[in-house]
């Protein structure tokens, strides 16, 4: 199957910070989505973004199918923010995630 | 938008019983349902592809006989973890997509809630 890595896997910042976390994964993609897990396990969808830019709030993301990575930002971070990232990536109706990328906003 | 409605979101159960997990899409249909399995601090793992009105595909290593997986209609998914065990306690996550959102695969996966499986 496809292959999804997430970096950096570990994130700390500052209330108001700024952050990107990356995605990239190993075949072209007919679907990319971000998520972000809250400490229950709900997955929040953020981003249906197989291809092209968004935004939404502080958040934006970016995929550039071509060269196979996408990009999640996030500016003016918030405690609230935290938690774990996800990206996930799918291929004719096999759809994989990446490992995650834990964040932690300190106040 | 299109809700995924999964339940329980939460059960415990003793070794050897066997617990069934729904996921229902509420306002959508969806002819393709995927089941995932996540450890605590570990990503999703998927575990099988269910299609309405026949057999579930599933994962290497996934046991289809523990693991019973029943798509009888285009609402509702089923996930029976048969003769369970205290390896299997996880977090499992269904998910589905709109089959009126246009092309075949073009549209994005809504998940549930997920259900928090805990076997003693």
């Known amino acids: 199957g496809i292959q999804v890595e997430q970096s950096p896997p570990d994130l700390i910042l500052q209330e108001g910070a700024n952050s990107t976390l990356r995605c990239n994964f190993s075949?072209?993609?007919?679907?990319l989505q971000w998520f972000h897990q809250n400490p229950w396990g709900q997955l929040i969808n953020l981003f249906y973004?197989?291809?092209g830019t968004k935004q939404n709030g502080r958040l934006s993301a970016t995929t550039v199918a071509t060269e196979r990575y996408s990009l999640l930002y996030i500016s003016s971070s918030q405690t609230t923010d935290s938690g774990v990232y996800f990206c996930?990536?799918?291929?004719?109706?096999?759809?994989?995630f990446g490992a995650g990328t834990r964040l932690t906003v300190k106040p | 938008g299109a809700v995924v409605s999964q339940h329980p979101s939460r059960v415990i159960c003793k070794s050897g019983t066997s617990v069934k997990i729904e996921c229902r899409s509420l306002?959508?249909?969806?002819?393709?349902m995927f089941w995932y399995r996540q450890f605590p601090k570990q990503s999703l793992m998927l575990m099988a592809t269910?299609?309405?009105?026949?057999?579930?595909?599933?994962e290497q290593g996934v046991e289809k006989d523990k693991f019973l997986i029943n798509h009888a209609s285009l609402t509702l998914s089923t996930l029976t973890v048969t003769s369970a065990h205290p390896e299997d306690s996880s977090f499992y996550i269904c998910?589905?997509?709109?089959?009126?959102?246009?092309?075949?695969?073009?549209?994005?996966?809504?998940f549930g809630n997920g259900t928090r499986l805990t076997v003693t």
């Open positions: 996930a990536v799918e291929r004719l109706n096999d759809m994989r």
């Open positions: 075949d072209s993609v007919n679907n």
């Open positions: 306002d959508f249909q969806a002819t393709t």
């Open positions: 269910s299609n309405e009105g026949s057999k579930a595909t599933y």
């Open positions: 998910s589905a997509r709109d089959r009126g959102q246009g092309a075949p695969y073009n549209s994005p996966l809504h």
């Open positions: 973004i197989p291809s």
